[in-house]
């Protein structure tokens, strides 16, 4: 059973940057691919973007592109969102999740294990 805990969320001005963290532990972290996703008040819950598990593979949403990166440490168990350039449309809970697939899926329902949520709220 793999368990997921996001860190690094939290209020920043718009044009400003955060970093997410998810450290995993319970399986083998570098055959999982992973995945970002947000959910902003009153929305479902979108994707952000997936790395597969070496590393080597990454998708972005429209919205990410350009501002965000995400990147993993297999050695360290924990895969990361650097999000830069932050609109006050990016505010939401930020969730990582794993699948035991080597496609990055983009749809939450392709995804096996999910953490509690980081929240991120950016201001004007």
């Known amino acids: 059973q793999v368990q997921l805990l996001e860190s690094g969320g939290g209020f920043v001005q718009a044009g400003g940057s955060l970093r997410l963290s998810c450290a995993a532990s319970g399986g083998t972290f570098s055959s999982y691919t992973m995945g970002w996703f947000r959910q902003a008040p009153g929305k479902e819950r979108v994707f952000v973007a997936g790395i597969s598990g070496p590393g080597d593979n990454t998708n972005y949403a429209e919205s990410a592109q350009a501002r965000f990166i995400i990147s993993r440490d297999n050695a360290k168990n924990t895969v990361y969102l650097q999000m830069d350039s932050l609109k006050p449309e990016d505010t939401a809970v930020y969730y990582c999740?794993?699948?035991?697939?080597?496609?990055?899926?983009?749809?939450?329902?392709?995804?096996?294990?999910w953490g509690q949520g980081t929240q991120v709220t950016v201001s004007l």
């Open positions: 999740a794993g699948r035991k697939r080597s496609r990055i899926g983009i749809f939450g329902s392709e995804y096996n294990y």
